[in-house]
Every structure is written in structure tokens, then in C-alpha cells.
């Protein structure tokens, strides 16, 4: 781990410089270990793919004191009893909503329904959420249907639409926006007030996604 100041009251913990599966477990653990901590003095702690940005109250710490708390809090080995919640999410993958599908099987040489079948035999990590609230980035896709985000980004990607850039794959919690390549849609609402994370996925979930038909996402609230 190296410590990095951020501001007077804020830092940033590396675990590393590059996006993997080793580093985002080491990530997982340290953000967890770091939950459980439930230490008043720290604000906000809000984990990515390679670091871990904190916030803390400087009236209680100064930068050498809370790197010492956190030195001796830290794990980032695999703790046994982490709940690891699979978080499911059904998808209607038709192609008036999966707006790339078809340019996909194109360039990948693979059928649409190929592509379905190994989008949804996965289980995906949740690296990081960001870009909006309630958007979390999955990984890692398999290379078959892995694709570079679109040369020219939409103005408006529908709210619900499930996508893939690179080996990454994503859902749009709202209307916005973006460049990647949307494959279905879900009418799962990935951005909730309600909760206390505003969303049903953090870092440290997994993520399995359902094929549906077009008539179960009707029933759920989806909208084409």
C-alpha cells in the first residue's frame, strides 16, 4: 500500500498502477476491512479499480496520524466471512433495445444469441462505481464479445441499457449520454434514493445477469 496525501483533509491509498483481477481483490478486502472499521473521524471512503480515496475530519487526525489508523486497520487478504451478495439483474437483450447488437455479431463473426449466452454465463466483479450514481463498473467480459467503446459517442443512451466497452460491462442507471455498446436493457433500477448506497451494487458484489424475454420485462416496468 502506498499513502498519498489528496488535500488537507483527504488521500489516496494505492494498491497498485494497472486493472486486475489481483489488485481489485486487494482493493475489495481493504475497502471492506475499512467499512467494518466504522471509525467516526473518517468521512467517505470510495473505492476504485487500483486505489482507495479517503476523506477524514481533521479536527480528529492530522495526515500521520489517520495513515497510522489506517496502517493497522488495513487488510487486504481475503477475510472468510465477507458476504460476497450476487446481485442478479435480468435483461431483455432484443435488438430494438440492444441498439449494437447485430454490429456486434458482425465484427465478433458470432450470432446474436452467442453473444447473449456468454454476456449472461458470467459472474461479473464490481471494480468501481462512478460516471453517474448508481453506475458500476463490471469486469471482466470475455474476450469473444470484448469491444471498443463507439467512435462517436450517443447524446442520449436510454435509462436501464446494459452495455460493453472493452472487456468491461456496465448499466446505464439513467438517461445520459455515452459510448459504449449497448447490448439489452433491464428495468432494474440501479439508482435508488432510498438506499443508503443510492444503489443495490458497491464493490466487493458480484453481478449475474438473466436473459428475459421481451413480455417479463414488460411485466417488470421496462420500457422500449
Known sequence: MDFKLASVDSLIIYFGNEISADISSKVKNAYLSLQKLNCEGIIEIIPSYSSIFITYDIFKYDYEKVVELLKNSITTKSNESNDEKVVNIDVYYGV?????????????????????????????????????????????????????????????????????????????????????????????????????????????????????????????????
Open 96 to 224: 430494438e433495445v440492444g441498439l449494437d447488437l447485430e454490429d456486434m455479431s458482425t465484427k465478433t463473426d458470432l450470432s446474436i444469441q452467442e453473444i447473449i449466452d456468454i454476456h449472461s454465463n458470467k459472474l461479473y466483479d464490481v471494480y468501481a462505481i462512478g460516471f453517474l450514481p448508481g453506475f458500476a463498473y463490471l469486469a471482466s467480459v470475455d474476450q469473444r464479445i470484448a469491444m471498443p467503446r463507439l467512435s462517436s459517442p450517443r447524446k442520449q443512451i436510454p435509462k436501464g441499457s446494459v452495455s460493453i466497452a472493452d472487456t468491461q460491462t456496465a448499466v446505464y442507471p439513467q438517461a445520459s449520454p455515452g459510448g459504449w455498446n449497448i447490448i439489452g436493457r433491464t428495468a432494474l433500477e440501479l439508482f435508488d434514493k432510498n438506499l443508503d448506497s443510492l444503489s443495490p451494487l458497491s464493490v466487493g458484489n458480484k453481478v449475474k445477469f438473466n436473459s428475459i424475454s421481451k413480455e417479463e420485462f414488460l411485466s417488470q416496468g421496462g420500457i422500449l
